[in-house]
């Protein structure tokens, strides 16, 4: 709060900021010793008392007429960092179906196989691929083709257990990666799936 701020002294802030700090112990005494150094430096810190939030310093010298000084700027920059967050999500997400975008599809396949090679638990992944959607889409437009998509889309996130994920993977073609699924019961859900898909009715 900016009446605290008043009159407190920059070792009184550090201390503050210590006791707020997630970093390690050491961190902002790092800080005050990097700021000891004739040229501009700067970072990034978090706090998380009594919210989270998101801070970055930038230290400059200045001449004063007692000697060499240093100025320390703190700018609050979490808003910058939510809407970064937020830009990295969209990113990884397909606009039009909601699901992972093949980006982040591929991003959750490498986990997933690092995973079960570390437990050795089994790892399934299923293709779909939605048969004669480009005549869909010559037939009844893109605007149809983009409500089948959303349909099978919906039928991929209702039939996955909790743990799956579902992936458009380009196009008409969707990735399913089941975890702690072998081969046989990729097969058992794959056909789930490829029925549910056939008994859609979309419009009238």
């Known amino acids: 709060p900016a009446d605290r701020l008043h009159r407190m002294t920059r070792e009184q802030f550090v ?21 000891q150094n004739a040229v501009e430096t700067r970072g990034e810190f978090e706090i998380q008392w009594p919210q989270w939030r998101s801070l970055r310093w930038v230290s400059k010298p ?3 007429p007692t000697g060499n000084g240093l100025l320390v700027l ?5 808003a910058d960092s939510d809407l970064a967050s937020g830009r990295e999500q969209r990113a990884l997400i397909d606009e039009l179906t909601g699901l992972e975008n093949r980006k982040a599809g591929e991003q959750s396949a490498l986990r997933e196989i690092a995973r079960a090679r570390r437990t050795g638990h089994p ?19 893109h605007l149809a083709g983009d409500i089948v998509l959303r349909e099978v889309s ?3 996130t209702e039939l996955p257990r909790g743990g799956d ?10 990735l ?4 702690d ?8 859900f794959a056909e789930r799936v490829r029925r549910a898909i056939e008994e859609l009715r979309i419009g009238s």
């Open 74 to 78: 703190f700018n609050d920059i979490t």
């Open 154 to 156: 919906r039928t991929m």
């Open 62 to 64: 200045v001449r004063l």
């Open 165 to 174: 994920t579902a992936v458009r993977w380009g196009g008409e073609e969707f």
């Open 15 to 35: 201390r503050e900021l210590r006791r707020s700090s997630n970093e390690p112990p050491d961190f902002l005494d790092r800080l005050r010793e990097r700021t």
């Open 181 to 188: 699924v072998g081969i046989d019961g990729a097969r058992v």
């Open 123 to 141: 790892l399934s992944f299923v293709l779909f691929d939605v048969d004669h959607f480009k005549a869909v889409n010559d037939t009844y437009g």
């Open 176 to 179: 399913v990666i089941l975890t």
